[in-house]
Structures are given as C-alpha cells and as structure tokens.
C-alpha cells in the first residue's frame, strides 16, 4: 500500500517524507495550499478536523500529527531502511526523550520565528520584532544545551541517527537558509557539525529537490 502524505511543501509533512524515505516506504504527495485555505476545504477537515498539515493515508489508516507519524511508520517498518528508534529500550527511552525536546522546547521558538520572518507577509500582518528578537534568545537557549549533549555523543540520542534527528530537519532548514539565521547554528562548534552530518544524508536532499517549500 502506498502510503499518501498531504501537504508536502510545508515543514512539517517534511518530517514525514524524510522518515518514509529512510524506511523505505513507498508513499505519494497530495498538494495542499494553506495560503489559499485548501486546509479548510470541508473533504480535506473530513481527514484532518483541526485543518493542518500533514495528514498520511495508509489504505483507510489515517494520522495527522507529524511526529506521531514518524513513531508510527519507524515502528512499523522497523526492521527496513534505517533504524530510527535504537536498539534497547534504553536508547528508545532517549530517541523519545530528544523528541519530546524538540517538540515542546526546540520547535515553539523556531516555528515563531518562521511564521514572523517566512509567512508574515503572506498571511497579511506586519512582523513582531520583540516577537521575533524574544523568540531568537529562546531558541538560543535550548542551542545552548544542545551543544553540551552534543559535545557528548554524535546525535541528540546516542551515537546513531534517530527520529529524534530528523524531526528537527524541516524547520531548521528555514532557520539556515530563508531565514538567514544560519550563525545560529555555526556559532555552536557541536550543533553546526551535528547539522552538516543530518541535513546532508541522501533522504533529506530528495526531500529537499522533490518539494520545494512555498516561498
């Protein structure tokens, strides 16, 4: 069954795509355009009642959280493609540990700074600076921790790659390119070789040519 993913211009069905492609599960792209309000089509509140993006169709299995998402196909298939939850319970324990981090510490700030800086003008109202300048330290902040785990092992979980990596890719991709934060990242001997190592391995570069993002 070929797994469908809506959305796919957007970050955070990103995470998904790249997921898919280190399990090497077959999916397809349905575009959905949230600056033109397809999000709020009544067919598509049918899959998604809360109206964002992604949303996967697995036959008539459907998820619509991203990182709930990537738990799910990772465990799934994990004995295919690349294993992205650790081997003992113990590793999983800090794949899932990183992963709760990136969401409710990492993500708040930098989705802030994307919805100020990227979509600001699209959505129609004026950048926040004290918003942005606020959000900036944040996110400065939980680098800063970043790099001390990171000084200890090679990933954010241990000495493997991991769900925990990835779900960081799309967002962090605005942060160094659209964004022109990048000394975010470089300032930080430890997170900026973390970086070139994830968002140069194969999966995330497909990801990349195949959905450009909107803007």
């Not at 809360?50 to 738990?71: C, K, M, N």
């Not at 990933?155 to 991709?173: C, K, M, N, V």
Request: overall charge negative.
């Amino acid at each position: 069954m070929v797994v469908k993913v809506y959305g796919p211009a957007y970050a955070s069905p990103k995470r998904v795509l790249v997921c898919l492609i280190e399990k090497e599960v077959e999916f397809e792209t349905a575009p959905i355009d949230l600056l033109k309000g397809e999000h709020k089509d009544p067919d598509y509140l049918k899959l998604q009642p809360f109206g964002t993006v992604p949303v996967t169709q697995d036959g008539d299995y459907i998820l619509y959280e991203s990182r709930a998402i990537i738990r799910y196909y990772a465990e799934k298939y994990k004995s295919q493609g690349t294993d992205l939850l650790g081997n003992t319970i113990e590793e999983r324990g800090q794949v899932e540990n990183w992963l709760e981090v990136e969401a409710h510490s990492y993500n708040p700030p930098i989705y802030t700074l994307t919805l100020q800086i990227l979509f600001s003008s699209k959505l129609g109202f004026t950048p926040d600076q004290n918003l942005i300048k606020e959000s900036e330290e944040k996110l400065s902040k939980v680098l800063d921790v970043y790099e001390e785990r990171l000084s200890k092992s090679k990933y954010l979980a241990g000495d493997f790659f991991s769900l925990a990596d990835l779900s960081h890719l799309p967002f962090t991709q605005y942060l160094v390119g659209p964004m022109g934060k990048e000394d975010m990242i470089r300032s930080r001997k430890h997170v900026s070789a973390w970086w070139d190592d994830i968002s140069n391995r194969p999966s995330w570069q497909k990801v990349l040519q195949l959905c450009p993002p909107p803007f």
